[in-house]
């Protein structure tokens, strides 16, 4: 009985906020209902009329979606493969050519994330292949927790108990998904053509920041970025052909199952594509480390804050965008961010008395790097990228799962309306907490690092290292302009 009220209740409310919003615009995802209660267009007319600019696009996606069953990453509490499909997975990639002839491809995709060894593999492949340096490169992952287990490092993260005969599913996975990524990419620069690139942004507000939203932990603060950034990429014959879009909030809406999915950004641009023919969407996570959707974990949610997120994204296409011209300038570069004092040998063996589970295989596997290389790792290089769109929008990337804080201060310091700031890029390493977070404590401030197999804690310096070595960027590619 409790089940089938909550299911009428999510029913009801999404039917109230998706008229609301109707209200307040034209623009209504497919299958949403009308003021009239018809449904609404699953296609948009839009303006066959677009100035001819400075920019090529190209845009290609792939599915790669498991053909076996696989682990899934996300949760610790799964303890076997996948055993269906919710979402097909995509990636997709979308190159840019300004009237430098430079190139620069944006890749999006609906997995967990990326490890460093196949951020750098997929960008050696393109510089050899297609000539795209890696400072022209982007790869962010949308952070589901219904996507395959990923890794291209030589040890597993000890997240999950995973046996050998399912390693070698995921590295063969792995190993194909690579492949797919570079063939993409070829793909979309081989389909460069004129284009207008188009920038502004929206709200959304299903993202609360979870740390004070658990038992003990209400006296917090909840900064939050509700802010929904959207790239549009119009071709010659006025329609559009990509839309770049994004939100900072963990994609953890649907539960803690075995079915693969793409969860809320999956739905997102299932609705975005369905809503502009011929047209790709492309979902880019932000500094979302500290933010869930809630509520969460059930059947309903994913789909009904994809469409919330798709109405957001459409109230931004429908009204006047800043046009961007080029040149796009771009910067990466690795910054070393300290960790804390790691633990000793004896710590460590002390820790596997009473250790169990993931706890018990981290001490493990940090008592096996001290027996083969006899130190525990001081720092980490982290990686650190910007985009500059010609005297517009600029576009921070950065790798981890990033706290909230680093969004909202390099929007504070280099501009609210026109600064896009992205997480889990290139590379996720683990939890970037603020200063303030680390203070604070609990997961997203240390607890965390033993998913990923890191020796502790980031050190107090390093908000403050990030957020230097992003200045040094941002101040490079503006001096170019």
């Known amino acids: 009985m409790f089940r089938a009220q909550m299911s009428a209740a999510r029913l009801v409310v999404s039917a109230l906020v998706l008229a609301s919003l109707t209200l307040l615009t034209p623009w209504m995802p497919r299958g949403a209902m009308g003021p009239s209660g018809g449904a609404a267009a699953s296609s948009l007319p839009e303006s066959p ?46 190159a840019l050519q300004d009237a430098t002839g430079a190139t620069s491809v944006l890749v999006t995709s609906d997995l967990h994330s990326y490890t460093r060894r196949m951020s750098d593999t997929v960008a050696e492949a393109v510089l050899r292949r297609f000539g795209v340096p890696r400072n022209r490169l982007v790869l962010n992952g949308s952070h589901t927790h219904s996507g395959p287990a990923v890794t291209g490092e030589a040890l597993l993260r000890p997240a999950e108990d995973i046996n050998a005969e399912q390693e070698v599913v995921i590295r063969r996975y ?159 570069e690795h910054v070393d961010i300290p960790f804390q004092t790691p633990p000793t040998r004896a710590e460590l063996q002390q820790r596997l008395t009473t250790a169990t589970g993931m706890r018990a295989r981290h001490a493990r596997q940090l008592l096996g790097i001290l027996d083969r290389e006899g130190k525990l790792e001081e720092t980490y290089a982290y990686p650190v990228q910007v985009w500059q769109f010609g005297t517009g929008m600029t576009f921070i990337a950065l790798g981890g799962e990033v706290v909230v804080d680093y ?32 203070k604070e404590g609990g997961y997203e401030g240390g607890g965390a690092m033993v998913n990923y197999g890191r020796p502790g804690p980031l050190g107090e310096a390093v908000e403050e290292t990030i957020s230097g070595r992003v200045d040094q960027l941002v101040r490079r590619v503006g001096s170019t302009e």
């Not at 649907?254 to 594509?273: F, H, K, M, R, T």
């Not at 502009?276 to 500094?287: K, R």
């Open 49 to 94: 009329t677009v100035t001819q600019g400075p920019w090529r696009a190209g845009v290609a996606r792939v599915v790669v979606t498991p053909d076996e069953p696989i682990f899934l990453k996300g949760y610790g509490s799964r303890t076997r493969p996948s055993e269906g499909v919710r979402q097909d997975l995509y990636v997709k990639a979308l």
């Open 174 to 332: 792995t190993e194909r998904l690579l492949g797919q990524i570079v063939e993409v990419i070829g793909q979309a620069i081989q389909r460069l053509a004129p284009a207008e690139l188009a920038f502004a942004q929206g709200s959304a507000g299903f993202g609360v920041n979870r740390r004070r939203a658990r038992t003990g932990m209400r006296h917090l603060p909840g900064p939050v970025d509700h802010d929904v950034p959207v790239l549009r990429v119009r071709g010659a014959n006025g329609l559009t052909m990509a839309v770049v879009f994004g939100y900072a909030c963990h994609a953890t809406s649907a539960p803690a199952d075995y079915q693969i999915g793409g969860d809320w950004p999956g739905y997102a641009q299932a609705e975005l594509e369905a809503a502009y023919e011929g047209a790709t969407a492309m979902f880019v996570n932000g500094c979302g480390a500290d933010c869930d959707p809630m509520p969460r974990s059930s059947e309903e949610l994913p789909k009904l804050y994809g469409e919330l997120l798709a109405v957001a994204v459409g109230r931004v296409m429908e009204r006047k965008m800043e046009s961007l011209n080029g040149p796009l300038t771009t910067a990466f």
């Open 407 to 438: 969004a909202l201060r390099f929007k504070g310091r280099y501009g609210w309306e026109d600064t896009w700031v992205a997480g889990y890029s290139n590379d996720n390493m683990g939890y970037i907490p603020s200063l303030r977070v680390l």
